[in-house]
């Protein structure tokens, strides 16, 4: 399996995936873009994930390699291959597919609860009810001929489905300890008082166990859209 990672920036890594895909002796390559923006084409890739940032799918007069970028995963999605959008990666993915991204009308920034939903047909199911790790401020339409999998109170668009293989998620099932910590101590300003986001002390108290049982569910996650693949 060939998998080509979409970095963003560099305390916005692959977490617990990382071991995944180690496991499945997978070649891995990236496009860091805060280092270089060159992309692969999409014959030389059989799984694309795109990772979380702080920038927005709309700065592309900012960051021009948004374009290339958008392009790249629309066509990926496309084509029928794997796909993992996470966090930005999920707008990336709605973007590039059509679908508005723009502000939410929460931040949501800490441990909530998302909420699964059940479709008709051949979908991946989350559970009922998850606690998982959110850090964003934006939100998407779904795109033309999505599937919405999944909702929290303050955020009704958190993880939709495009095809059979291609997964956008608004939250972070990827979250590891360090890669808690990575983000925290390098976003640490946004965490200001609201109803959607915890203050660090809180986020800085969460138990290994909980991580271990988001990181089982991206497992999850993975297995299903690569599930027949190499």
Known sequence: MRAHVLQHVSFEGLG????????????????????????PGTDQVDLLIALGGPMSVNDEGQLPWLVDEKRLVGEMVRSGKPVLGICLGAQLMASSLGARVYPGPHKEM?????????????????????????????????????LLLASSEGCRHQAFQVGTRALGLQFHLE????????????????????????????????????????????????????????
């Open 110 to 146: 800490g441990w909530f609860p998302v909420f699964g939903r059940k479709n008709r047909g051949e979908t991946f199911v989350f559970p009922e009810r998850k606690t998982v790790f959110h850090w964003h401020g934006e939100t998407f339409d779904l795109p033309p001929g999505a």
């Open 175 to 230: 979250t590891t300890p360090a890669s808690a910590d990575a983000i925290i101590s390098n976003c640490a300003g946004e965490l200001l008082p609201s109803r959607f986001t915890q203050p660090e002390p809180e986020l800085r108290a969460v138990k290994a166990s909980q991580y271990a049982g988001i990181n089982q569910l991206m497992t999850r996650v993975l297995e299903y859209i690569t599930r027949g693949s190499r």
């Open 16 to 39: 617990s995936i990382q071991a995944w895909l180690e496991a499945r002796k997978a070649i891995v390559t990236h496009t860091r873009f805060f280092q270089s923006a060159t992309l």
